[in-house]
Nanobody
């Protein structure tokens, strides 16, 4: 089982990035997928989550209205479109899988997630 996060980079404030989380070794539609981020000296926080079939989503207060999560189960990939980026969005972004039944609620607690990707760095600076 592997999750591969990619798409990070350096952008100026107001710019955009799209992160991808590619799954291998398991059926992507068997898991809710979350994006978390962690910056130096801060706890890891839940940024966004999408349910197994894409019908339910969650966004943290700090990113709601600027980030959009989506998934393509056929391509085994989850995306995080990040627009209007701010310096405070600078962090390492991780994707994670929460293997649950189809009707399970979205979890924002990282302890609910059983597989994690390696992280991709996002830096927003002028």
């Amino acid at each position: 089982v592997q999750l591969q996060a990619s798409g990070g980079g350096s952008v100026r404030p107001g710019g955009s990035l799209r992160l991808s989380c590619a799954a291998s070794g398991f059926a992507l539609d068997s898991a809710h997928i979350g994006w978390f981020r962690q910056s130096p000296g801060k706890e890891r926080e839940c940024v966004s989550v999408i349910s197994r079939n894409g019908g339910n989503t969650y966004y943290g207060d700090s990113v709601r209205g600027r980030f959009t999560i989506s998934r393509d189960n056929a391509k085994k990939t989850v995306y995080l479109q990040m627009d209007s980026l701010k310096p405070e969005d600078t962090a390492v972004y991780y994707c994670a899988a929460d293997h649950v039944i189809l009707t399970a609620p979205i979890a924002t607690d990282q302890t609910s997630y059983d597989y994690w990707g390696q992280g991709t760095q996002v830096t927003v600076s002028s």
